[in-house]
């Protein structure tokens, strides 16, 4: 799936699980071995001047960060995903470039306030040896508080009609390789141990989360279909096909990242 996504969802779910004390950060576990910075050379989130005795912002990296959300008397993260104010480009079709396919931030709740950061995708050097090519700046801005994401249930009950519906659409078509993805997406949603199937088992720390959370964050990682040249996003059809395609296509990318929302919030 877009790794930013990956790696937003990431950073509020082992941020909730140090505030609410399920682990334990501070000696390097998550930053920068995490597999949701796998490609980065640098990972920076912007703190708040009111979080520091001398009155400055400082830009440290996501471990430090959540330690210091904390300290702060931060109660808990929430991924917010939301669409885009674009409309040259569906969101689906955008999600193929970098910083494109809605917007994303990730929300610090406690003490009656709310801060947020949007994150920031430059490429650093393409031909890096250890492919660690990504600077990533998460930048703060301004929100309003709100719970985001349904039940993850209810989640699965909507992704789990749609798998169906589009995995049956893409046996039709005779596109097998993308009818295999949807198939592992529904998998993952009666699985026991979902994590397990992840392409990322590292996104969640052991024993946090439950396992509708766990099923739906892992079903939408092996249904994230939407990329550039050879993905399901660059097929065509011909009449009543390609409306079946595009509202089938529309409805799973809103529930993909619904998916994220709910598993992400869900502690």
């Known amino acids: 799936m877009q790794y930013e996504l990956l790696q937003l969802v990431c950073i509020n779910v ?6 609410k004390g399920a682990v334990r950060l501070g ?52 991924v917010r995903l939301g669409s885009s104010d674009e409309r040259l480009i569906e969101d689906r079709h955008a999600a193929a470039f970098c910083g494109g396919g809605g917007s ?48 993850p249930s209810s989640v699965k009950d909507a992704l789990q009609s ?9 046996r039709g078509q005779k596109l097998f390789n993308f009818a ?32 509708e959370a766990r099923r739906i964050l892992v079903a939408a990682q092996k249904a994230w279909v939407f990329g550039g040249m050879g993905s399901w996003n660059d097929l065509g059809f011909e009449g009543e096909d390609q409306k079946r395609y595009d ?6 990318y809103a529930l993909c990242n619904l998916a994220l929302m709910a598993a992400a919030n869900s502690e």
């Open 104 to 151: 994303r931030r990730i929300e610090a709740i406690g003490k009656g306030a709310v801060h947020a950061w949007s994150p920031r995708w430059t490429l650093s050097d393409r031909d890096d040896p250890e492919e660690r090519i990504w600077k990533v700046a998460y930048l703060m801005t301004s929100t309003s508080p709100r719970r985001s994401g349904p039940d």
């Open 162 to 170: 749609n798998l169906g519906e589009i995995e049956a659409f893409a």
């Open 180 to 211: 295999y993805c949807f198939r592992s997406a529904l998998e993952a949603l009666e699985s026991d141990d979902p994590i397990a199937l992840s392409y990322s088992p590292d996104i969640v720390p052991p024993g946090f989360l439950g396992v």
């Open 14 to 19: 082992w941020g909730n699980a140090h505030i």
């Open 247 to 252: 509202c089938l296509s529309r409805e799973l």
């Open 27 to 78: 000696n390097g576990e998550f930053y920068p071995t995490n597999s949701c910075f796998l490609y980065c050379r640098e990972v920076l989130i912007s703190t708040p001047s009111s979080f520091h005795p001398d009155g400055d912002r400082k830009d440290i990296n996501p471990e430090s960060w959540i330690i210091e959300m904390k300290r702060n008397g931060v109660s808990r993260l929430q």
